[in-house]
Every structure is written in C-alpha cells, then in structure tokens.
T-cell receptor, first 114, second 116 residues
Framework: DADVTQTPRNRITKTGKRIMLECSQT?????MYWYRQDPGLGLRLIYY???????NKGEISDGYSVSRQAQAKFSLSLESAIPNQTALYFC?????????????FGPGTRLTVL | AQTVTQSQPEMSVQEAETVTLSCTYD???????LFWYKQPPSRQMILVIR??????QNATENRFSVNFQKAAKSFSLKISDSQLGDAAMYFC?????????????FGKGTKLTVNP
C-alpha cells in the first residue's frame, strides 16, 4: 500500500465551485506539504504544516486554504475555483528535522477547472 | 530567497549512453541539501539522489551521480548507461532551513528523452 495517498486522482470542476483535495499518510511523519505543478514552472509550495497546530503559508497560498485534521491527514481546499488553478497538485511528507529535509510525495491530483 | 535554475528544458540521449543534466542555484547559506527528483509519465515524484553541502564527496547511486561544485553553486546529474526507463522529467531541488523549516525549492525541470 502507498505510504502517501491522495484523493481524488483526477477531478474536473467548474469555476466558482468549492473543492477539497485530501491527503493521507501512513508514514507517521509530522510534516506535510501541498505543492502545485504547472508545465514549465516546476513545483511550488502552497502550504505546509509541521504538526496539527502549526500551519504555514507557502509561496503561492492565495486562493487556497488547508486543514490538518490529524497527524496523518492534510486537506487542501479551493473555496471558489478558477481556471488558473488548473494544475497537478502534490502532497508530501517529511520527518521532523529529517536530514536534508527529504520529502516523500503522493501520486498527485490532476485538477481541471473549466 | 533561494532560487534553482535548470537551463535545459529538454534533453535527449541514446540508450546506453551518458547524459548530464545541469542545475545551478543561488543561496547565501553555507549548510543545505540538494536533490534530484525524477517524475516519470506516471507523475510520481521519486527521489534519485541527495547531496549534503558540507560533504565534498559527490553522491552516487548506482548509475546516477552528481557533480557538486559548491563554489560555483552547481549541481549536475550524470546518468550513465541510460535506459528507456530513465525517460522522465527531472527536477533539481534545494532544501532550505531558513526560519527553522525544511522547505524544498524546485527548478523548472528538464525533460529527458531516451532514444532506443
């Protein structure tokens, strides 16, 4: 079984809709991250969380919100989706103070906003 | 802020040959980590290799090795004996510890094609 899972794997939605992307992990890691990937831009950090009570904005947090429901769950919400939020979204985890900050990625969610 | 630059949007190599992917970065920190991640068509992000900045010895993982030039802020990936399964997007990433947090900063990626 995958250590980091994301649901859904693919989603098509309409402008203005609220949508939630979910991430679960069985690695027992404290730290979780949300990235988005756009063609030609690499991965950019949206939000990150070091534990249930510690949530931080990343490079591109506008238009997004997150919820850390438990150590193992970290959800990303788009309150009112817009077309330029069409992207591939990745969740990642890491061990607290892991050497080098190595991160482990989920399989990604491809989101299309029409 | 740290930046990571991959100057080659696309590269190609013949099967069994060697290819080098370039990466440069900008930082004022003296202690950091560098990574190469591979993203095949399945879109899963897979760690290929990691380099610790305070180690002068270049990291090696089987057919993958790096050429780490700290003074030049360069971190290239060499793939030897290329295989069809090496075809993927490759991302160079920098791990910063600014503010006590380990965050990855990614380059824009290099698409590697392996020709049979």
């Amino acid at each position: 079984d995958a250590d980091v899972t994301q649901t859904p794997r693919n989603r098509i939605t309409k402008t203005g809709k609220r949508i939630m992307l979910e991430c679960s992990q069985t690695k027992g890691h404290d730290r979780m991250y949300w990235y988005r990937q756009d063609p030609g831009l690499g991965l950019r950090l949206i939000y990150y969380s070091f534990d249930v009570k510690d949530i931080n904005k990343g490079e591109i947090s506008d238009g997004y919100s997150v919820s850390r429901q438990a150590q193992a769950k970290f959800s990303l919400s788009l309150e009112s989706a817009i077309p330029n939020q069409t992207a591939l979204y990745f969740c990642a985890t890491s061990v607290d103070r892991a050497p080098g900050g190595e991160q482990f990625f989920g399989p990604g969610t491809r989101l299309t906003v029409l | 802020a740290q930046t990571v630059t991959q100057s080659q949007p696309e590269m190609s190599v013949q099967e069994a040959e060697t290819v080098t992917l370039s990466c440069t970065y900008d930082t004022s920190e003296s202690d950091y980590y560098l990574f190469w991640y591979k993203q095949p068509p399945s879109r899963q992000m897979i760690l290929v290799i990691r380099q610790e900045a305070y180690k002068q010895q270049n990291a090696t993982e089987n057919r993958f090795s790096v050429n780490f030039q700290k003074a030049a802020k360069s971190f290239s990936l060499k793939i030897s004996d290329s295989q069809l399964g090496d075809a993927a997007m490759y991302f160079c990433a920098y791990s910063t510890t600014q503010g006590g947090s380990e965050k990855l900063v990614f380059g824009k990626g290099t698409k590697l094609t392996v020709n049979p």
